[in-house]
């Protein structure tokens, strides 16, 4: 691509005997006050300047950007590479298969759909948990994650050779954000462009939320739906409104006691009550400086939780430090160096920059916390843990009588049992306390543990070794180290471990009930932990390797203990999950586990030993050392040094060398995969894992005029918080759900159903999942239930009134055999959490229409326009249910036909109108709905019915 170069930009830096190209931002005037994000950006639109897309008024309005002002400038960012996982990347290369088809039957050149952008994968997200706690899980689960997804791996192979510039990182490597802070990412970028050698920031788009990892290492990036990226690899610019960009001061250092995912819980209860969606944040101060690059990561990982776009650390020592350690080469950091200081982005905490918003938090501050149970803002001081979980339990179930005076009793040879003691009950919140005379003293020992809670519902439980214990309400089932916030952090890891080193030497043991994870970010986390010696002290609490994967975050947490299970479901328990991640929505991790809880490290690792959230760390002992006396929490808290000369001891560059030196060539399992050969996919009919996607069906060259929509019937009617888990889940496919019912059709054993996320190549799968999350609440069905909220992908099917409620999928198959168009009714938030593309390609499936909500998260919000679905908001201060709204009406959608002229509706005319199923005297209800298509490269994508058509034909 030629730039036009009208600001005279183009220069040349010289690093060692080497010359680079560059684009120098000091051509712009204004250039100095912009805030580091904002400069890269501004380097972008310099370097891609063509006359059309990116123009030189793009560039000055950058230049005289004013933070103060709500944006209103559209830019086109053109990132230089896309990260994807396989959950959200397979269903890429999907839609590129396809569209080489396509484009073959609309008289084009096949070959043409190539990424033009660099494209990364790393298949982390399908490895599941299904053994747990002995030295042969991890290889077991590897087989068995090949022996599911076997075809989804041939094609991703196929995708492999058959496109450019595309690679793929095999399974059982890492996370894919830890992977691209290790490996991928250059953080100053070196390319050749027409024969000469250019340097430029290293940015990315990736098709995972938590792609903002990468902004810990000064690298701007975000996360997109697929089908955005998609179009990114295919040469098409991301259409962005400049941002406003609020600064965060750091201050200060973190105590001890305090660890990096404390931190990181704060800023996001901090950053979500200021309000940054749509927004990017940029770190600064002095106390940037003693961020240490992981603390960086973890911090810019959770920018999905906060709400903001990216968050920003600048580029300084600590970077070129981490650069080093984790094996770049010395000319790469010496570009990275060199480029930054030359064009003013290298970080100077010394400069007060210019940002819109303003927030600043002394880290000595910062409290150990946890967050639960629902979602990851939700932070709650451990201090606090107790007492709130005995309010919120009583959300999650009906239960709240007097306790029942019942026992549970180890065996004499149990490990967890003190030397010289016959029995120990153990209380329902997991505090042991022995007595010689269980039975005399059952009563007094339950009651005094401080177990009992308003909601309290004691199950007795035996194992097939013998033992019994009570599982109670707010038991943790699951204790995890997963994900890829926290196990990139070798501080956290480090004390996660110790904490087990310590816990063991005073005799201390998990609790029966609890499974326990590890899922290393990357393999150099098993180097460390194995010269280190904590992997054993890990074992023995039984926090063995699962995975080098996302695991338990994503839902691949795999069946609980069995017994544990059956109790759970035979008694409707609300027990609670406890893991080292980001992620923690209802339904996500596990079906049994109705509450989940986010956690660093180490205290993933003491909640296994306490095995309940009804458990004080200051008043509640874990259990008994070896002369009988109690072991609290602080007694097994590593201290700061310790975990420092730990981490000084056993991390070093050569390992990171090693485990990267191979790190696309994958085992023997991948190398002898069999696989298939030409420019285009030859599709199995037979598949249940990829299929021929049918966006590009009938499609021709000239556009479909927009149209109103008239005559629509409400799908759902949902509230606030309704994520792309609840839109588009990811975890099991759940028996008798019509996803179940298409995988039986085609021969498949329920055993062998996998995961929502898996199938993401096959449509038929997705399209029966959307909407099909077990916690989703559709009010649509509770006037038909006797007023009870039902749960799960259930709506009205009005084509068949005496049914009562119907499936979701069905009811929609119904509705588009009778060519009548559908609406979703949502609150505020809809759409937050991961960047799921099947949220919007499965809602556009089903035959929805349109969406009107209270307000949307930034990428499910583009991702609807992008597969043809308009979003609208209900006027300011209005929802559904403030309007008299209960989805039983008839609603018809005025104004959306002015798009063919070109122009944009800043609102139309929403008409709902009673109909036969409507309560008796309902009035039609009239609103103007904002139309939220914000941009005019958005108003392009859905004229054309989608972002992947107006790609097509503009290729064509």
């Known amino acids: 691509m030629s730039t036009v170069n009208s600001f005279g930009a183009k220069s040349t830096l010289t690093v060692g005997s080497t010359d680079y190209e560059i684009f120098r931002i000091d051509a712009v005037e204004g250039f100095e006050k912009l805030p580091f994000s904002l400069k890269v950006l501004l380097e972008n639109l310099l370097r891609t300047e063509d006359g059309a897309n990116i123009t030189s008024e793009q560039i000055s309005a950058l230049g005289s950007w004013d933070p103060t002002a709500d944006p209103n400038t559209e830019i086109q960012f053109t990132p230089a590479r896309v990260v994807m996982q396989d959950f959200t990347g397979v269903p890429c290369i999907v839609d590129l298969a396809t569209m080489r088809e396509a484009v073959t039957a609309l008289g084009g050149d096949a070959n043409k759909i190539n990424p033009l952008s660099p494209a990364e994968m790393v298949i982390d997200h399908s490895v599941i948990a299904d053994l747990f706690g002995s030295e042969n899980a991890l290889e077991r689960n590897v087989e068995i994650e090949y022996e599911r997804n076997g075809e989804r791996y041939q094609f991703l192979r196929w995708g492999q050779t058959a496109f450019q510039d595309f690679k793929v990182v095999p399974p059982g490597t890492g996370i894919v954000h830890q992977v691209n802070i290790e490996h991928l990412a250059k953080v100053i970028y070196d390319r050749e462009v027409d024969g000469v050698l250019r340097a430029y920031p290293d940015t990315c788009v990736g098709t995972d939320s938590h792609t903002t990892m990468v902004n810990g290492l000064g690298v701007l990036g975000w996360g997109v739906g697929g089908i955005e990226a998609e179009a990114a690899m295919l040469g098409q610019p991301v259409s962005m409104l400049i941002p406003r960009v609020v600064g965060f001061k750091l201050t200060g250092e973190i105590p001890s006691g305090v660890t990096a995912t404390d931190v990181v819980l704060t800023i996001t209860d901090m950053l979500r009550k200021h309000g940054v969606v749509g927004k990017f944040v940029e770190f600064y101060g002095e106390g940037v400086a003693s961020v240490p690059l992981a603390n960086r990561a973890t911090i810019g990982n959770m920018s999905p939780e906060f709400g903001s776009t990216a968050a920003m650390f600048p580029i300084d020592d600590v970077t070129l430090d981490y650069l080093r350690l984790t094996g770049r080469d010395e000319q790469t950091v010496s570009l990275v160096e060199a480029y930054a200081k030359e064009q003013h982005l290298w970080h100077d905490a010394s400069r007060e920059l210019v940002f819109s918003e303003y927030m600043e938090l002394d880290l000595s501050t910062v409290v150990p916390s946890i967050a639960g149970p629902k979602r990851p803002q939700d932070r709650i001081l451990l201090s606090e843990a107790k007492s709130q979980f005995e309010k919120d339990i009583l959300n999650y179930t009906e239960r709240a009588e007097e306790p029942v005076e019942v026992e549970g009793t180890f065996p004499a040879s149990d490990p967890g049992n003190a030397p010289g003691v016959e029995h120990e009950t153990v209380s329902a919140n997991g505090v042991s306390h022995q007595h010689e005379d269980e039975h005399a003293h059952a009563h007094a020992g339950l009651l005094a543990s ?507």
């Open 450 to 956: 401080g177990a009992r809670h308003a909601a309290s519902n004691p199950v007795r439980v035996s194992t097939p070794e013998g033992q019994e214990y009570l599982l109670d309400n707010g038991a943790v089932t699951l204790a995890a180290i997963t994900s890829c916030t926290n196990t990139s952090n070798p501080s956290v890891m480090i004390a996660a471990g110790l904490l087990a080193r310590k816990a063991t030497q005073k005799g201390l043991t998990r609790k029966p009930w609890v499974k326990t994870t590890l899922g290393p970010g990357s393999k150099v986390v098993t180097d460390y932990y194995e010269k280190s010696g904590l992997d054993k002290d890990l074992e023995s609490l039984g926090f063995y390797t699962v995975g080098y994967g996302c695991t338990i975050c994503i839902g691949n947490s795999g069946p609980l203990i069995e017994e544990v299970s059956a109790a759970i479901n035979d008694n409707d328990l609300a027990v609670t999950a406890v893991l080292s991640g980001n992620r923690n929505f209802e339904g996500r991790i596990s079906p049994d586990v109705k509450m989940n809880y986010l956690a660093s490290p180490p205290l993933v690792v003491a909640y296994s030993l306490a095995g309940s959230m009804n458990f004080d760390f200051e008043t509640d002992a874990l259990g008994k050392d070896a002369n009988g006396d109690d072991v609290f929490l602080k007694d097994i808290w590593p201290e700061p040094a310790e975990v420092q000369e730990i981490i000084d001891s056993s991390i070093s560059r050569e390992q990171f060398i090693k485990q990267y030196a191979t790190v696309f060539d994958g085992d023997e399992r991948w190398k002898n995969l069999p696989t298939p050969e030409g420019p285009v996919f030859e599709w199995d009919e037979q598949s249940t894992y990829v299929r021929k996607a049918p966006y590009f069906d009938g499609m021709s060259m000239e556009l479909t005029p927009v149209e109103d929509i008239s005559g629509a019937r409400v799908l759902a009617t949902l509230g606030d918080s309704v994520t792309t888990d609840h839109i588009s889940p990811a975890g099991n496919i759940k028996a008798g759900t019509p996803a179940a019912q298409y995988l039986t059709e085609h021969g498949v054993a329920q055993r062998d159903f996998n995961s929502y996320g898996s199938r993401r190549g096959n449509h038929e799968v997705m399209i029966r999942g959307t909407f099909a999350n077990i916690r989703l609440k559709n009010a649509l069905v509770k006037a038909v239930n006797d007023g009870q909220q039902i749960e799960g992908g259930f709506t009205r099917d009005f084509t068949k009134p005496e049914a009562p409620q119907s499936y979701i999928y069905d009811a929609s198959q119904n509705y588009q055999e009778q060519g009548t168009p559908l609406v979703i009714f949502g609150g505020k938030e809809y759409g937050s959490g991961s960047s799921r593309d099947w949220a919007a390609k499965g809602t556009s499936l089903l035959g929805v229409k349109a969406v009107i909500t209270e307000s949307f998260e930034r990428i499910h919000r583009s991702n609807l326009i992008g597969m043809g679905v308009v979003p609208l908001q209900f006027p300011a201060g209005e929802s559904w249910e403030s309007l008299g709204l209960d989805g039983t009406e008839i609603v018809s959608i005025e104004g959306l036909e002015a798009l063919n002229e070109g122009t944009t509706p800043k609102t139309v005319k929403v008409t709902a109108a009673p109909s036969e199923h409507s309560p008796e005297g309902k009035q039609p209800v009239e609103f103007d709905a904002v139309v939220r298509i914000d941009t005019p490269g958005e108003a392009d994508y859905y004229r054309n019915g989608g972002i992947l058509q107006y790609v097509l034909r503009s290729l064509v």
